[in-house]
């Protein structure tokens, strides 16, 4: 089960207390937080492959910039009955990245740190972990990880070059299936990110 923080248990700001909500763009006085990132531009026109890979880097900042400014108190607040916070929800797509793009695309063994990982005893064990990192810890391993299968898609040759390895039923996935799977994930688990942070301290928008 995933780490619960109480709202009770973090100091929120009420966002009616607030003069600007949109000020809230670097750590100003948090020691540990996550810094604003610049939201890059997606293409307008181009190959299917470089045109996917612009959305992957969309909302990858996306999810930096609604963890941006918070308290790691902050970062590992849920609220029920989901169990998902945005710390968590950070590093998990760094693993889904990971997994997908290191292990799956190229056939690799799975990189660190997710080969520490006890699957069997713990399903959602980035998401356990992140609840004990620091808000840097966890911004750092995103970057790690973004780099890492940045690498890996500059191997793609076409859209229909196949994976290395089949799935758990022995399907084939494509470069093209990976690359839609990817924005998928990230889109979704932005909208969730986009909630959380409204959530915490009334903050909307990309």
């Known amino acids: 089960m995933r780490r619960r923080v109480d709202a009770k248990e973090a100091a929120v700001e009420d966002v009616d207390d607030r003069d600007d909500v ?3 763009d670097d750590c100003n006085d948090v020691d540990d937080c996550i810094e604003m990132v610049e ?5 307008r026109s181009g190959g ?5 890979r612009s959305f992957i880097e969309f909302y990858r900042a996306v999810l930096l910039r609604k963890c941006a400014g918070l308290t790691v108190d902050q970062l590992r607040l849920t609220r029920a009955p989901s169990t998902m916070s945005l710390g968590g929800l950070l590093y998990h797509c760094a693993f889904a990245e990971d997994w997908w793009w290191v292990h ?5 063994p799975v990189p ?10 713990d399903p959602d064990w980035e998401w356990t972990l992140a609840a004990s990192l620091s808000a840097r810890e966890i911004a750092a391993q ?4 973004a780099r890492r299968v940045d690498a890996a898609m500059d191997t793609i040759t076409s859209g229909s070059q196949m994976a290395a390895l089949v799935d758990e039923r022995g399907v084939g996935w494509d470069a093209r299936r990976i690359l839609t799977h ?9 909208g969730h990110a986009d909630l959380l942070r409204e959530w915490i301290d009334g903050r909307t928008g990309d």
């Open 22 to 24: 949109d000020d809230v």
């Open 39 to 43: 939201l890059p531009t997606t293409l």
């Open 48 to 52: 299917e492959v470089e045109m996917q």
């Open 104 to 108: 799956r695309f190229l056939g690799e």
């Open 112 to 121: 660190e740190p997710w080969d520490k990982a006890d699957w069997d005893a």
């Open 142 to 145: 995103y970057t790690v990880s």
């Open 182 to 190: 990817i924005v998928e994930e990230l889109a979704r688990h932005a």
